[in-house]
DNA sequence: CGGAGACATTGATGAGTGTCAATGTCTTGT
DNA sequence: ACAAGACATTGACACTCATCAATGTCTCCG
C-alpha cells in the first residue's frame, strides 16, 4: 500500500499499488480535451485574445482577418471552431458578423486546472 | 471609430477599423498553443489527472498504464508530451519513474485565460 | 434588378498525431 | 553473468487538422 522510496521494513521496495481510479471520467476527459483543443492553436488564441481584449467586448470579423495574419477562409475556419468549443458566441447584425467571448466557458476551463 | 449597431448620425454603420494589435504576440500564442495542445487529448488529461489527485503527490508510470487503459508505450509517450510541455517532472529512483505536476506551469496557464 | 461586399463552405493538400507491436536500454536480484 | 522487469524508443499506419483557392450565400445600396 504505501510507497517508500526508502524501504522501511523490508528490502522490498513496493510500487504498483491502486490508484484513485475516478480522477477524472472518461466522459469528463473527452470534453476537457476538446475545449483545450480549441485553444491548442496560435492563430485561434490571437483571434480570442483579440476578441477578448476589445474595448468593446465584440469584434467584427472583418477586424480579425488582418491581425491574425491568415486569409478570410481561414480565420472564419478558426472562428467556426471556437464557436463550437463554446468559447465564443456569434452575432450576425447586417453584413457584419460580430464575436465575443463566453466567459463562463474560460472559468470552466479556469477550474479544470486546480 | 466608433462602432455603432444603430448608426447614430448616419445611416452608415462603420466597421473594420483599429483593433489593439498587440493583444497576443505571436510568440505567446504559439507557447501558449503549446501548451493547451499538451492536454488536448482525453488520455493525456487522465495521465495528469491521475498524478495530480494521488495522495503521496507523485506516481510511479507503472501505476498509471492500468488506469488510463492504453498501452505502456502508449503511456510512455503521453508523458513525455506532457513532459516537454513542462507540466510534470520525471524522477527515477531504481527502477521506477516517478511522475509529479508542476503547479507554476498550471498557473500559468490558468493566469492565461482571463 | 444588379453589382458589391462580408462571411461561410467546399475541395485539395501537406503536415502533424495517437496508437500499438517490436525492440532497445537500464536496473535489480539470483 | 544471467534473467527478469520497468520504461523508453522506433517504425508503421490510420486519422485529424491547418491552410488556401475557388465558390457559394447572404445583405445592402444604387
Redesign the pocket.
Known amino acids: 500500500m504505501a510507497r517508500s522510496v526508502q524501504p522501511e521494513t523490508t528490502?522490498?521496495?513496493q510500487?504498483?499499488g491502486v490508484v484513485g481510479d475516478p480522477a477524472l471520467t472518461v466522459e469528463q476527459a473527452d470534453s476537457l480535451a476538446a475545449a483545450f483543443?480549441a485553444l491548442?492553436?496560435?492563430?485561434?488564441l490571437r483571434v480570442l485574445s483579440l476578441i477578448a481584449t476589445s474595448e468593446a467586448g465584440e469584434v467584427?470579423?472583418?477586424d480579425l482577418?488582418g491581425p491574425v495574419?491568415?486569409?478570410?477562409?481561414?480565420?472564419?475556419?478558426?472562428?467556426?471552431?471556437l464557436r463550437e468549443a463554446g468559447l465564443v458566441t456569434?452575432d450576425?447584425r447586417?453584413?457584419?458578423?460580430?464575436y465575443r467571448v463566453v466567459p463562463e466557458r474560460l472559468v470552466e476551463l479556469r477550474d479544470a486546472l486546480a
Open positions: 528490502t522490498i521496495v510500487c504498483c483543443a491548442a492553436d496560435p492563430a485561434r467584427c470579423a472583418c482577418v495574419g491568415k486569409s478570410q477562409p481561414t480565420v472564419s475556419h478558426h472562428l467556426k471552431v456569434s450576425k447586417g453584413v457584419w458578423m460580430w
